[in-house]
């Protein structure tokens, strides 16, 4: 009988960020600050919006790009957060970020494409990549560049194969960010070289030092760059499972036939939902976007007193704390936090292996529960320095 899967498939390696999590749902006691999900309720007035939404009936198919309401909605918030027109027609919304990004990278990478993928970053994009059959060529960040990204990484890293790059900024897993003089640089070398951009902008609100900036808003990048955001982290939205892509209409056209194939229409109530999200959700964002900014510099303030080396984060809301000092991989690290303290975090190498020697820590849990784990990781460090 032969074999009946796929050999690409089978190679591809399942996500580093579940493993200990399978282990946390059945361990009495034990702390997870690993996933990066909300730990705020969806505004009422969203929520409110759904429910009405179904009373009302609206349990139909929209159209494959969306609600024409909330495509209109997208185009207003890219205008007054970015200064980007956008019209309808260049904005379709997808089953959250990561199918934006699946759908992307099919209807833009040939077989044997380059894509280049900076990490430590999201796990999404080297999979995603090779699905599509393209090439992905990973750039490792560096903590001594404060995990940007820079030009002579990109140039470095370029071949006449590559036709891609991912900019995943704000970024998970680091909370590092592109400021505008990076972004310059960066866009410079996509122009001279013909390449495109694919700027996963998912945490574009979560910011704490300036506000973000989006390359496409750069000269000469809104025509070769396809925008991702969604709903998720900036409302508090992550199961209602809505994104979405904004680009040059061309392009969105491909990405679009994809998804009417594959998934006929995002969730309708959700899109109702996301509608007065955009028109009546900045205080929300505004709130949780404070607290969240309290937490990471309690946490930074925590791992000083602790001597736990950490390069100071401005986006989404994590940490990414060094652990080279023990002498032992990220893995071990974690793995003998949980089995000793019962606190689950994420091995750095989850998101590449760049990122070995470090740890993903969320700070989207309650400040309560992050004092409790924050005294257990201490205390597992002190087992480490004896």
């Given amino acids: 009988m032969r074999n009946p899967l796929s050999v690409m498939v089978q190679e591809i390696e399942p996500s580093g960020i579940r493993k200990f999590f399978d282990i946390v749902t059945e361990m009495k006691d034990a702390i997870s600050l690993g996933v990066g999900e ?21 349990t139909f198919y929209t159209s494959n790009s969306g609600l024409v309401e909330l495509r209109k909605e997208i185009c207003n918030y890219m205008k007054h957060s970015q200064g ?9 919304v997808t089953v959250g970020g990561s199918e934006a990004i699946d759908i992307a990278l099919r209807a833009m990478i040939d077989p044997g494409d380059e894509v280049l993928i900076p990490q430590p970053s999201f796990v999404s994009y080297v999979p995603c990549t090779q699905l599509a059959y393209g090439v992905p060529v990973t750039i490792a960040l560096r903590e001594e560049d404060q995990f940007r990204l820079t ?12 036709k891609l790059l991912v900019l995943p900024f704000p970024n998970n897993p680091t909370g590092a960010i592109m400021e505008k003089g990076d972004l310059v640089e960066i866009a410079k070398v996509c122009v001279e070289h013909d390449i495109y951009v694919l700027s996963d902008e998912i945490y574009a609100e979560l910011t704490y030092k300036d506000k973000h900036i ?13 925008v991702i955001n969604g709903f998720s982290k900036a409302y508090a939205m992550t199961g209602w499972r809505l994104g979405y892509a904004v680009g040059p209409e061309y392009i969105i056209s491909q990405m679009m036939k994809i998804h009417q194939f594959a998934i006929m229409c995002a969730p ?47 986006g989404a ?34 998101f590449g292996q760049s ?22 990781i201490e205390n597992y460090i002190k087992t480490l320095d004896r």
């Fill in 268 to 314: 309708t109530n959700s899109q109702y939902a996301a509608v007065e999200a955009l028109r009546n959700g900045d205080k929300d964002i505004t709130m949780m976007r404070e607290e969240y900014d309290k937490r990471r510099r309690y946490l930074m303030q925590a791992f000083q007193n602790m001597g736990l080396e950490c390069f100071e984060p401005f």
């Fill in 84 to 92: 980007l027109e956008y019209n309808i027609n260049e904005t379709l």
């Fill in 355 to 376: 990122g070995e020697g470090y740890l993903r820590i969320s700070y989207a849990y309650s400040l309560e529960n992050l004092k409790l784990a924050l005294s257990r």
């Fill in 317 to 350: 809301f994590y940490v990414f704390p060094s652990i080279k000092r023990f002498g032992i991989t990220s893995e071990e690290f974690a793995s003998g936090l949980l089995k000793q303290e019962k606190v689950a975090v994420v091995p750095g190498t989850a």
């Fill in 38 to 58: 909300p730990d705020f309720d969806t505004p009422w007035h969203i929520r409110e919006e759904a429910i009405y939404s179904l009373e009302k009936g609206r």
């Fill in 151 to 162: 030009k002579e990484q990109v140039l470095s890293a370029i071949t006449e194969k590559t």
């Fill in 214 to 226: 989006s390359i496409a808003a750069l000269p000469g990048m809104r025509e070769r760059t396809i």
